[in-house]
């Protein structure tokens, strides 16, 4: 539960957007792409509405199909795409996170 709110607060706090100059400067970008479909099997309801959510933020493509009392969630993300982090930190949380739903990342400072 605690990596579910964790995930939630994080999707808050990263941009998109093309940052401005000033911001360029003290950026950490972290790009990522996943060109294969993956696929996670989700029992808890909530849980899957929050991973769908975020990868839908992160401009990925998503399936999902509930049966059996579970859903199981398809994603990817065939072309690069570029997340804009204020902090090293929350770039290596990102970048972890990325990593473990099979993403390829790029992490720049």
Excluded at 2 to 23: H, K, Q, W
Excluded at 42 to 65: F, P
Excluded at 87 to 109: I, N, P, R
Aim: proline share 1%; charged share 30%; hydrophobic share 35%.
């Amino acid at each position: 539960m605690y990596r579910l709110v964790l995930l939630s607060l994080m999707v808050a706090g990263f941009s998109l957007a093309t940052p401005s100059a000033a911001e360029v400067s003290a950026a950490e970008t972290v790009n990522y792409r996943c060109k294969e479909w993956k696929a996670k099997h989700i029992h808890d309801k909530k849980a899957a509405d929050t991973i769908e959510k975020t990868l839908k933020t992160l401009k990925c493509e998503t399936q999902r199909h509930a049966h059996n009392g579970h859903d199981d969630l398809k994603y990817r993300c065939v072309e690069w795409k570029t997340l804009q982090l204020k902090t090293h930190d929350e770039a290596h949380k990102w970048e972890k996170w990325l990593k473990e739903y099979g993403f390829e990342t790029q992490h720049k400072h």
